[in-house]
């Protein structure tokens, strides 16, 4: 499998493709944000798609495109490398903002709270 098969929409909800997205996120999503929650205005955004799509109560569907957002944020492979500054990391902004325009309703308070908890934990890191 290929990083574009990972990321692929159409193939977000394939059972095999959703479980390699979910170690993805899993192994990469906490490094990642620990190394960039500072430099990225969309990090608690980011952080409650985390949250949600590990809750039992989000729907399986609304998981696998979360899992695919999120794995896309991870993978260091994506259209705009994340080592150029100022732009880096706009494609992985653009596709979160599109999640939570299209799947927001499952990003619960909770999740946003957890979220705000876990960006004061890692600015006290």
Request: aromatic letters at 8%; glycine letters at 4%.
């Amino acid at each position: 499998m290929t990083p574009e098969d990972a990321l692929d929409p159409s193939r977000a909800l394939v059972p095999s493709i959703q479980q390699v997205n979910e170690v993805r996120v899993q192994r990469g999503f906490w490094p990642k944000i620990r190394r960039t929650a500072a430099r990225i205005p969309f990090a608690r955004q980011a952080i409650s798609v985390w949250y949600s799509a590990r809750d039992p109560e989000t729907p399986t569907a609304a998981k696998g495109i979360m899992l695919g957002a999120l794995a896309y944020f991870v993978l260091p492979i994506d259209a705009i490398p994340d080592i150029f500054a100022g732009i880096g990391f706009t494609d992985d902004a653009a596709v979160i903002t599109a999640l939570i325009a299209t799947l927001g309703a499952n990003i619960k308070r909770r999740h946003k709270d957890q979220a705000d908890a876990a960006l004061e934990r890692l600015r006290q890191d």
